[in-house]
């Protein structure tokens, strides 16, 4: 099993910033991919950014250029640097892993303001 435990959600203004963490524990030998998708208001889940254990990355079109996603395989944390938010950013952000199966961290809000 595989635990994930995510920080840093918040309010920010419309072209402000914020970095989310997620650590994950457990089970956490061969963990490959890891990354976060993101749940509007009303509509379903959708990739933001994942990234391999070699550091290949995808981001979904929306937030190419905005986000970055990064990973310290030692301490077994992905990050999600955020910049240029938008109001449509706004969302429940979950935490990602896949280690012969999928897991879900509980998810953080981000609530961007215009």
């Known amino acids: 099993q595989v635990q994930l435990v995510e920080s840093g959600g918040g309010l920010v203004q419309a072209g402000g910033s914020l970095r989310l963490s997620c650590a994950a524990s457990g089970s956490i030998f061969s963990i490959n991919v890891m990354g976060w998708y993101r749940q509007g208001p009303g509509k379903q889940r959708e990739l933001v950014a994942v990234i391999t254990t070699g550091g290949i990355t995808n981001y979904a079109d929306s937030v190419k250029g905005r986000f970055t996603i990064s990973r310290d395989n030692v301490k077994n944390t992905v990050y999600l640097q955020m910049n240029s938010l938008k109001p449509e950013d706004t969302a429940v952000y979950y935490c990602?892993?896949?280690?012969?199966?999928?897991?879900w961290g509980k998810g953080t809000l981000v609530t961007v303001s215009s």
């Open positions: 990602y892993v896949n280690r012969f199966m999928d897991y």
